[in-house]
C-alpha cells in the first residue's frame, strides 16, 4: 500500500479536523463494487454530529451510492462488495448483522416520496408499530410529536386518517420525513429530496432541515448547489466514485482547493 | 484499529429467525412446482414404460401397431396418433385463419363499439368449459354432417376438426387481439404517411410486429385443442379403425385414455400411460415446430 | 389492382370476424333455448333422481367442494412462490428451473393430470377416487396459474414501497405482508378467479379422479361428479341435450359472474393506483 497516497488525500483535506465537534460517522477507505465494476474508491470522511453534510456531484458520481452504505441500503442489490470500515458511533455497521437496529438510528428519506397506499396516520406509525409498540396513547403522542417535528401537524392534523396518497408532493415528502422521525433516529439520509418539489416546497424543506439539524446528524445529497450552500454545514463534492474535496461549505463555494471543485460549481460541467 | 463485533440487539433475534424461517418456507413452496413436474412426468413416463421395459414388448408394435385389442393383449396405436394428428392439423387449417382474422378485424377495422361489445363476449367464450363444446357438438353439427353428407353415423373426424376448431377460436382471438393492439401507434402512422393503404399496412407492419403474441395465441389454442378430451368423445364416435377420410369415425390419443382407464388395469393401464408418453410428445414436438418456424419468420 | 387486393382483404376480415361472432352466438343461443325450460328453483337446489326430473344441487356441492379444497392449498402455496421468486430469490439456476418447470406444468393437458391423478392420489395415496383425489389434482393444475398471476402483481408494486420499508427498520417479511402483498392483492385475486373458473370448467381430470357417482357426497372421501362432469355425462349415457344445455346455463352463468368479477376488481386495481 503506498502510504504516501494516503497522505496526499489527508492533505486534500478530505477529513476535516474539528476538535471540539462529535464525529458520528467515520468513513475510512470504503470500496464498493457493483460486480465487476467499481463504483466508490477509498472513501475517508468524517461527518460530524448536529450538522448538516451534503453531498454533491454530477450524476453518476457515486454520491446516492455512498450515502445508501450509510444505512446499507445497498444490501438490497445482488452483487454489491464492500470494503473499508462505516463507524456511526464508534461501532462498525458492517461487522454487526444487525440491519434492523441500524436502520432504526439512520433514517432514509428518498427522492421521490414514496409513501405507503394507507392513510396519513398509520404510514407515520408504521416503522414505531413494526418495532411492536401497540399501545394506542404511545402511538398517538408518536405520531404527532413526528408530524410536529417535520412541520407539517397543523396541515394534516384534520384529516389524519384520509389516504396520505391525496396529499400534494410537498406534503408527501415532509409526512416522510415525519414517518422517519417517528423512529427517533439520530441521522437521518436525504436522497435528493426536494428534486420532485417545486420551488415553495422545497422552502418548506429547506426551513425543515435548518431546523432539524439540533436533534439530528443530517447528510443530504443533492443537485442543486444553491440548496447544499444554503442548509448545509460541510459539504464534500463526489467526482467518478472519489471524494474530490471536503470542506466547511462556505470554503468550498467561496475558495476551492481543487480546480475540479471550482470548475463544478461555477457550472462548467456537471 | 480493531475491529468490534456488535451484537445483535435480543428484540431483533426473533425477527432474524423469523426472516430466515420464512425465506427457507417461501423457497420450499416454490420448488414444490418443480417436484410436482417430477412426479408427474417420472410416474407417467415409469408406468408408461414398464410393458416394454419389463413384459418385453414391442415398442415398434404400439406405435405402427393398428390393432387395439387390450383383451388379447394388442396394443397398437398407430390409428389414434393418426387420428391426433388429423385432428390437430385440420383444426388449426380451420381455426387459425379464422381466429387471427377476427382478432386482426377487431384490432384494426372494427367500429369501436362493436369491438367492446364483441372482444368481451370472446373473452367469455374462452373461458365457459369445453365440454360444452362437445354438446353442442353433439346436439347440432354431428346431425347435421349425418344428413347433409348421407353418413350413417355423424361422429367423424371432421366433426372432431369442427368442434376443435370453434374450440380455438377465443382463445386465438383473445390473445392475438391484446398483441396486435399492444403495437405502438407510431408503427402505423409511419406506414401510413408513406402512402401504404390501411390493409397494407396492417398486414405489412403491424402484424408482423405482434407475430411473436400472435404466435403465443397459436400456440395456446392448440394446446387447447390438442389436449382436449371429453368434448372429442362426444363427436369422435371413437372407432378404433386407420382413418382415411374425413368422416370415419376416430379415437384420438386422449380419448382413448379417458375412455378406459375406468376400468384397465396391469398391463392394460400401463398401456394408457405410454399413450399418455406419446401424447406427451406429441405436445413437445409441435411446442418445438412451432417455436422453430416463429424464429424463422423473425430472420 | 391494389384496390381489389384490399377489397378482397377486407372482405375476409370482416366475413371471419361474422362466422366467429355467428358461432358464437349459436353456441349460446343454442344451449341457452334448448335448456332454459329445465332451470327452476327445484333443478338447481333439488336433489339428484336417475330417473329424470332431478335437480342438480348435489353437482353445484361436488364443484363448490373442488374449488374450495383445491384453492385453499393452491392459493397459499402460489402466493409463497411467487414471493419468492419476485422477493427473495437471485436470479440463477434454481430460479430457471423453478420457472420451467411452472410453465411446463401450463402446458400439460388435463388428461396426462389425471392420469397422473388416478394412480397417485387415488391408487398410491389410498384416496380412491374422491372429491379429495380431485381436488388435489386440480391443485397442480391451477398452481401455476395463481404463481403468475401472484408474479406479475408483484412486479406492479413500486420498488420504492419496498425501499421505503426496509428503510424504516422492518425485515422483509413484515414488508411483504404489511405493504407488498396488501398492495398486490388485487392481481392475486384475479389469479384466483382465474383459477376458479379453470377449476368449474375442467373435466377430464376430474372423470378420472372423482368418479362419476351422481349423488350428494357424504364427505371429500366421496366419489362425486362436478358440474361439468356432469353436462358430459348425461349427454355420453343417455344423449340428453337438454338436461346437459341446463347445466350449462348454470356454468355460462358462473363463468360469466367470474368474468365480471375479474374486471371490476381490476377497474379497482387501476384506479387505487394513484
Redesign the interface.
Known sequence: MNTNGIKVRMNNSTLVQEPNKEVKISV?DLDLFYGEKQALYSISLDIHENEVTALIGPSGCGKSTFLRTLNRMNDLIDGVKITG?IMID???IY????V??LRTKVGMVFQKANLFPMSIYDNVAYGPRMQ?IKNKQELNEIVESSLRGAAIWDEVKDRLKHSALGLSGGQQQRICIARAIAMKPDIILMDEPTSALDPISTLKVEELIEKMKKDYTIVIVTHNMQQAARVSDKTAFFLSGEVVEYDVTGKIFSMPSDQRTEDYITGRFG | ?P???????K??KR??M??KL??R???F??????I??L??VG??FY?GSLPFLVDGYSFFDFLFGVDWVPSEEKFGILPMIVASIYATIGALVIGV???L??A???AE??PKRAAKL?S??????A??????????G???IVPFLQNQLNLVKGQSLIAVILVLA?MM??TI?TVAETAIRAVPKTYREGSLALGA????T??KVVVPSAKSGIMAAIVLGL?RA?????AV??VAGNSLILPTSLTDSVRPL?TN??LE??YAFGTHQEM??AT?IV??SF?LIL?FVLAKISAKGGK | M?KQ??KL??T??????F???A??V???G??FF?GYRLISFDFIFGDYSPAGGGGIWPMIITTIYTIVISLLIAT???I??A???Q???KQGRLVN??RF??E??T??????????G???FVTTLKLGMSIIAASLTLT?IV??VI?RTTEESLKTVPHSYREGSLALGT????TLYKVILPSAMPGILSGIILSI?RI?????AI??TAGTVAAMPSSIFSSARTL??H??LV??ES?D?EL??AV?IV??VI??V??LSA?FISKKLNKADF
Open positions: 475510512r470500515n464508534q461501532e462498525d461487522k454487526s448483522t444487525d434492523i437496529n411492536g | 484499529m475491529r468490534q463485533t456488535v451484537e445483535i440487539k428484540s431483533n425477527k432474524y423469523l426472516e420464512s425465506s418456507l417461501f423457497q413452496c416454490a420448488l414444490l412446482s418443480v410436482s413436474l412426479l408427474i410416474f407417467v408406468k385463419p379464422i381466429g382474422f377476427t386482426i378485424f377487431l377495422i372494427a364483441i368481451p363476449a370472446v373473452q367469455l367464450l373461458g365457459i368449459p369445453s365440454v360444452l363444446y362437445g354438446v353442442f353433439l346436439a347440432l370453434i377460436l377465443p382471438v393503404s390501411e390493409i397494407e396492417i398486414f394446446g390438442i389436449g382436449e378430451t371429453m368423445i362426444l386422449t385414455i379417458a382407464m375406468g394408457l400411460f399418455g401424447l406427451f405436445i411446442n | 391494389r387486393k384490399d382483404y377486407r375476409l376480415l370482416w366475413g371471419s370476424a362466422l366467429t361472432v358461432i358464437l349459436m353456441i349460446v343454442y344451449i334448448k397459499p402455496i402460489g409463497c412462490a414471493v419468492y421468486m422477493e427473495y430469490a428451473l423453478i418447470a411452472t411446463s406444468l402446458g400439460i393437458p388435463s388428461i396426462i393430470y389425471g392420469l397422473f388416478a394412480v397417485f397442480i398452481l401455476p404463481i425485515t422483509k417479511l413484515q373458473g368449474v370448467g375442467e373435466s377430464a372423470f378420472l361439468t362432469v353436462s358430459f349427454t355420453q344423449g341435450i346437459a344445455s350449462g356454468l355460462i363463468i360469466l367470474l368474468n374486471t
